[in-house]
């Protein structure tokens, strides 16, 4: 079974843009989640999908955003990027559901630079 | 609020020996725990999982780890340690029962192992 993958692997913009990073979950999986890791805050929760619907969200401006489609797979875009949004972006996949024993399963990893 | 704190940044040992790798924990309620590696320019990789049951867990790769409660601890450990073992490693926690932000993953902060020939 393929795991989680995320396009594109690589991604340099400049401040004030806008990037959407994709990211698609293993075969069956419903819940996406989005993580940003830097060396200064280390792995923070941006917002978990499930069904299209966003269940949980963490502690992000309104600049972070995100969706998910109905075959799960799940965009996440940021507006106006500023230097400090530069760091590797994970999605994880799970079961979702109501099982709360779900392992999230991680994908590569977007890494975003913002010059 | 639910935490974990990772003690060490970095660990060092060599080849053969075993290895610990520090795990703290603090949830209102039971937890779910788990551990995570990272190899460089790469995602997280599941290494194991405590639920309930048997207080010692064996994962991928010859990890296993402890689940003590009274020391609110999850030490991941490997009897043997190889230099590919060299990593970072990251132990998560999520709270039981789960309800909007509770059923999110709270990860430390990483150790850094490194493995020497």
């Known amino acids: 079974k393929a795991g989680v993958t995320q396009t594109p692997r690589y991604l340099i913009k400049t401040r004030g843009q806008q990037v959407t990073l994709s990211c698609s979950p293993i075969?069956?999986?419903?819940?996406v989640s989005w993580y940003q890791q830097t060396p200064g805050q280390g792995l923070q929760f941006l917002f978990e999908?499930?069904?299209?619907?966003?269940?949980n969200k963490g502690n992000f401006p309104g600049r972070f955003s995100g969706r998910q489609f109905s075959n799960s797979r799940s965009e996440m875009n940021v507006s106006t990027l500023e230097l400090g949004d530069s760091a590797l972006y994970l999605c994880?996949?799970?079961?979702?559901?109501?099982?709360?024993?779900?392992?999230?399963?991680f994908g590569p990893g977007t890494r975003l630079t913002v010059l | 609020a639910q935490s974990v704190a990772q003690p060490e940044d970095q660990v060092n040992v060599a080849e053969g020996n075993p290895l610990t790798v520090k795990c703290t924990y603090s949830v209102s309620g039971n937890p779910y725990l788990f551990w995570y590696v990272q190899y460089p320019n790469r995602g997280l990789q599941f290494l194991l999982k405590?639920?309930?049951?048997?207080?010692l867990v064996k994962g991928s790769y010859g990890f296993e780890a402890e689940f003590n409660k009274s020391q609110t601890s999850f030490h991941l450990k490997k009897p043997s340690a190889l230099v590919s073992d060299s990593a970072l490693y990251f132990c998560?926690?999520?709270?039981?029962?789960?309800?909007?932000?509770?059923?999110?993953?709270?990860f430390g902060s990483g150790t850094q192992l490194t493995v020497l020939p």
């Open positions: 405590y639920i309930t049951g048997d207080n």
């Open positions: 998560a926690v999520r709270a039981i029962p789960t309800s909007g932000s509770a059923r999110q993953l709270t």
């Open positions: 994880a996949s799970s079961l979702g559901g109501g099982r709360t024993t779900d392992t999230q399963y």
């Open positions: 075969s069956g999986h419903r819940s």
């Open positions: 999908y499930f069904s299209e619907t966003q269940r």
